[in-house]
């Protein structure tokens, strides 16, 4: 029998099957329709198809049981988030981290979030910090879309300023050298975007780098993506320190998502 994981995302539930396994849909059907029996407060369930994966970060959902519907209202930290689980990324993994980076944050800051989705990063600080401004880029438009309304609906509009587009090009034409704080929470492509993470900061400032790593046995995952973050920043030329990393979560076997919290104190 396949040991699903399940992930609630406001009254929807995402079954996830183990690791590298193909799951059977009726197997899975049958698992969704008695999850859903016995936690009243979820009203549908779909299957995570495929990984999170694409500049968009969605992934594939197959219905199971319940409501067919996507849209939901994700609660976190005493902000709500509107969000359609098929076209936008978000998980409940992250709410530590959401939190710890918003703490952070000192009286004034500005910060530009390259990779914000719906906002959860953005809309935690505001509401957590006393941050003047965080810049919120996504180039996913649907995303983008769920991001203004949860701007209004959490009434942080005059601290987050929502930005449709690509990152790199919404910070080498709009945001040079106005923040304090960057933060890059898209693993996949956060290496060769350091360039525009360097380009958006002040003189110096701090830059909060995600990324997926494979450990081996014996080998730490926070010494191995702080190697990596080493040799792309001294490459581009700047000289930094860690101010500490962790693993924020596993995402298969020997392999996590890492943080590496790097202190620029001089830019190329």
Same mark, same amino acid.
């Given at each position: ?6 992930? +609630? +995302?406001? =009254?929807? %539930? ?11 849909? =009726? ?6 329709? %008695? ?9 549908? %369930? ?12 969605? /992934? ?6 319940? @409501? ?28 530590? @981290? ?10 004034? @800051? ?19 910090? *006393? ?6 880029? =996504? ?7 769920? !991001? ?25 034409? /709009? ?5 304090? $704080?960057?933060? !890059?929470?898209?693993?996949? +492509? ?28 014996? *080998? ?6 702080? $190697?990596?973050? =080493? ?6 030329? %700047? ?10 979560? !596993? ?11 790097? *202190? ?5």
């Amino acid at each position: 029998m396949t040991k699903f994981k399940v992930e +609630i +995302i406001g =009254d929807i %539930a995402i079954v996830k099957p183990p690791y590298g396994v193909t799951p059977d849909i =009726d197997e899975a059907a049958r698992f969704a329709q %008695a999850f859903l029996a016995e936690h009243k407060y979820v009203r549908s %369930a779909w299957l995570a198809a495929s990984p999170v994966e694409g500049p968009h970060k969605v /992934r594939r959902l197959v219905y199971l049981a319940g @409501e067919r519907r996507t849209e939901t209202i994700y609660r976190e930290h005493g902000c709500s988030f509107k969000v359609d689980v098929s076209k936008d990324f978000i998980t409940p993994r992250l709410s530590y @981290e959401h939190i710890r980076v918003a703490r952070l944050v000192r009286p004034g @800051e500005a910060i530009i979030n390259m990779f914000a989705g719906v906002g959860t990063f953005s809309i935690i600080i505001a509401k957590h910090s *006393e941050a003047k401004v965080i810049h919120s880029i =996504d180039i996913n438009p649907d995303a983008y879309a769920h !991001m203004m309304e949860n701007i209004r609906l959490n009434r942080v509009e005059d601290k987050v300023i929502p930005y449709l587009g690509d990152a790199a090009q919404v910070v080498s034409e /709009r945001l040079v050298g106005t923040a304090d $704080r960057v933060l !890059m929470p898209l693993p996949d +492509i956060a290496l060769p975007y350091l360039r525009y993470a360097l380009l958006g900061l002040r003189d110096k400032g701090v830059i909060h780098v995600y990324l997926h790593v494979h450990a081996s046995k014996g *080998e730490s995952p926070e010494e191995k993506a702080a $190697r990596l973050v =080493d040799d792309n920043l001294r490459g581009l030329g %700047a000289e930094w320190r860690s101010l500490g990393s962790r693993v924020v979560r !596993m995402v298969g076997p020997r392999f996590y998502q890492v943080v590496v919290d790097a *202190e620029v104190v001089r830019k190329p």
